[in-house]
Nanobody, 125 residues
Framework: QVQLVESGGGLVQAGGSLRLSCTAS????????MGWFRQAPGKERAIVAA????????YYADSVKGRFTISRNNAKNTVYLQMNSLKPEDTAVYYC??????????????????WGQGTQVTVSS
């Protein structure tokens, strides 16, 4: 049974920072692409960032470029999302996801096989 568990969400003021972690159990994710998505109330789930199995290539949504950094520690079976200069519009539930079909990332959420339960990020103005 594969489980992805996110942590690190919370309430922060605009301009602040948070670091999300996603740790996998039940299966190694070190050979596969991982992604972070978010879903705000009334909106569809959207890609935030993604990373290839080795960490050598990353993708960022335009709205977070220059502020967020995705990284991974394969020895710990963990993926991170460092979020700096947070804005109220970053408020959402953040989900990590694993794509066990590919080493290269996809921006399409339907390509991901397993999802975490989500962690709430709230940015106050």
């Amino acid at each position: 049974q594969v489980q992805l568990v996110e942590s690190g969400g919370g309430l922060v003021q605009a301009g602040g920072s948070l670091r999300l972690s996603c740790t996998a159990s039940g299966r190694t994710v070190s050979s596969y692409a991982m992604g972070w998505f978010r879903q705000a109330p009334g909106k569809e789930r959207a890609i935030v960032a993604a990373i290839t199995w080795s960490g050598s290539t990353t993708y960022y949504a335009d709205s977070v470029k220059g502020r967020f950094t995705i990284s991974r520690n394969n020895a710990k079976n963990t993926v991170y999302l460092q979020m700096n200069s947070l804005k109220p519009e970053d408020t959402a539930v953040y989900y990590c996801a694993a794509d066990f079909q590919s080493r290269s990332y996809s921006t399409d959420p339907t390509k991901y096989d397993y999802w975490g339960q989500g962690t709430q990020v709230t940015v106050s103005s």
